[in-house]
């Protein structure tokens, strides 16, 4: 088959690889009729790198049809219509019973002490072979895809396998109150949809970015927006308390995670990435002290005494350091995390309707076929083209 690999830093390309085949009874095959490229892959793009093996399939948004299924799956049939959640969990260990499927205890990846595995996710997260391929083997497939009704096109549930339940969870853990304001650091595909969320229920959003046709979207669905390259990086804050009443936001959700733009070291780890030998880059990324935390600082000077900051955008270090003098004066509260895709499900599926009330059927800015996915991955890093969300169709 065909499929996205990794080959190194900003190099992907698409390969004939082996068809995967069923391997466990729980297993399926799935041809995939549409993957996504989205913000968490040009982490694998640039300063993940060192976690990635040559020849790594990536992606981790797909949906398709079953073409078999292993004797231990009775849930599916060949031809349903299905959508995959990013992460891989067993559906019935501890962890899964409370909705924290990414801390999945059947799919730990112990050996790298982290939570449950991904597709297309680097050794961190079990090396999985991705979705950005013409077949994907899924596993605990008597769990983990989602059926959708035929009918509608691809791109009313596609967003279920990541952008939808994220920005849910986004907002969920954003805890803001009945009638109140939430900041929403980012605009990309995932600050995108929980600003257009948090409108639906009925707040104030406010949502920050640089990228003027995203902050565009965003307002079409009911959001002020502050484009940050109309203020100096430390005037944020006082822009935002003087939209709120002088106290700043209930709650602030940071949606861009460790490549913040204004973080001159984030550049900087981006070159090393690319220049240091393999375990050392490695290291670096884990416990680094690099400051590549220029969104996560603006929520803590952002949010209002005793607001609530929900973490949705991924990073990357264990030794960052933190403001903890501020966030502890404050009272912060803080909440963060891979987004428990099956936990939320429920919830989102009665939006996805004709009437659209999210806009999922206008989300995507690009859809391309699978052999244009390395133009995909430039122009969705780069922002060339008005590039939001690209979906490949295999
Ligand atoms: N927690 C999860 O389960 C989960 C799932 C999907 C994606 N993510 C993460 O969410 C983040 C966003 O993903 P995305 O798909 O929207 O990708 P993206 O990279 O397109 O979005 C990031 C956006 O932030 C903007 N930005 C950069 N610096 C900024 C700053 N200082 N202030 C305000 N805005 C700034 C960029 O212009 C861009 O529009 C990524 O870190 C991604 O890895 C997390
Ligand atoms: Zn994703
Ligand atoms: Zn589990």
Redo the contacts with the bound molecule.
């Keep these: 088959m065909r499929a996205l690999t990794w080959h190194g830093p900003r190099d992907v390309r698409v390969d004939t690889v082996p068809d995967p085949t069923i391997q466990e009874p729980t297993d399926a095959i799935v041809r995939i009729t549409s993957s996504g490229i989205?913000?968490?892959d040009?982490?694998l793009y640039e300063v993940l790198g060192p976690f990635m093996g040559e020849g790594d399939i990536l992606g981790h948004e797909p949906m398709g049809i079953v073409e078999a299924v292993g004797s231990g799956v009775t849930n599916l049939q060949p031809g349903d219509r299905v959508v995959m959640p990013?992460q891989i969990s067993c559906g019935s260990c501890l962890m899964c019973d409370q909705g924290l499927q990414t801390q999945c205890e059947t799919t730990q990846v112990r050996d790298q002490g982290m939570g449950a595995m991904l597709y297309g996710y680097t050794k961190l997260y079990g090396e999985v072979p991705g979705a950005q391929a013409e077949y994907l083997r899924v596993l605990h497939a008597d769990y983990n895809p989602i059926k959708v009704p035929e009918g509608p096109p691809d791109d009313r549930f596609v967003y279920l396998s990541?952008?939808l339940p994220?920005a849910w969870?986004a907002v969920e853990y954003a805890d803001i109150p009945d009638g109140g304001t939430v900041v929403v650091?980012?605009?990309?595909?995932?600050?995108?949809m929980a600003s257009r969320i948090a409108a639906h229920r009925g707040h104030r959003v406010i949502t920050?970015?640089?990228?003027p046709e995203?902050l565009d979207r965003v307002r079409r669905f009911g959001a002020e927006t502050i484009d940050?390259r109309e203020h100096n990086s430390d005037e944020l804050g006082d822009v935002i308390r003087d939209l709120t009443d002088g106290r700043g936001p209930n709650s602030v959700i940071d949606?861009?995670?460790?490549?913040?733009?204004?973080?001159p070291m984030a550049k900087a780890a981006h070159a090393m990435t690319r220049m240091l030998p393999g375990k050392v880059a490695e290291k670096m990324m884990q416990t680094g002290g690099v400051d590549r935390l220029?969104?996560l600082h603006?929520a803590v000077d952002i949010v209002r005494r005793g607001g609530t900051i929900s973490i949705?955008?991924?990073y990357g270090g264990a030794a960052d350091p933190m403001p903890m003098l501020t966030m502890f004066d404050k009272q912060v509260q803080l909440r963060m995390?891979?987004?428990n895709v099956r936990r939320w499900v429920d919830d989102i599926l009665p939006l996805l309707t004709d009437e659209d009330p999210l806009g999922v059927d206008t989300f995507a800015s690009h859809r391309m076929p699978l052999e244009e996915g390395p133009h995909g991955y430039e122009i969705?890093q780069k922002?060339q083209d008005e590039a939001c969300k690209i979906v490949l169709q295999p």
């Design positions: 989205c913000g968490s040009l982490h990013f990541d952008v994220t969870q650091l980012g605009a990309g595909p995932i600050g995108d920050v970015d640089l990228v995203r940050i949606a861009v995670g460790m490549e913040a733009h204004g973080s220029a969104s603006s949705i955008g991924v995390g891979q987004a969705f922002k």
